[in-house]
């Protein structure tokens, strides 16, 4: 852990920017730099009445600018409660979650990772990326609320 990086996977969410937080205070405990990292999945084009409303390179042109956008603006936050000399790079992968998640956990010491906290029939009903990373990363995971 001491000598590699914190993966810290954010969906842009407020739990997840939470668990950016996290994520800078390990890196500067182990003063290792951290790689954020977010997965796109498909998109989807909105329907109104069985037609689409933009087409699906419309879409992904729009997603692509937001995805790009919010990391920088994350990137930087991050960057001015990191200590000097450590850094933040951003990853952006398209594919499923987990798989995407776990792929880049190869090599890194730790992942710090959100999680939304449902419960009950939700729970059981809804995937958890956070249980994925949990039960099959190889490196140790922090779990944050």
Known sequence: MRTQEVLCPTDFSATAAHALNYAVEMA????????????????????????????????EQQLAEFVEAKMQSLQQQMQQGLAAGLKVKCIV????????????????????IASH???????????????????LAKCPVLVVK
Not at 94 to 110: F, K, N, P, Y
Not at 117 to 135: A, E, N, P, T, Y
Request: hydrophobic share 40%; net charge negative.
């Open 28 to 59: 500067n405990l182990y003063h290792v730099d951290i790689r954020l990292l977010h997965v796109v999945s498909s998109a989807r084009s909105a329907h109104c009445y069985g037609v689409a409303v933009d087409t699906p390179a419309t879409i």
């Open 117 to 135: 906290g449902s419960s009950g029939l939700v729970d059981f009903l809804k995937h958890h990326v956070s249980q994925d990373i949990v039960r």
């Open 93 to 112: 992968r398209h594919g499923d979650a987990s798989e995407e998640i776990l792929a880049e956990s190869a090599d890194v010491g730790m992942v710090v």
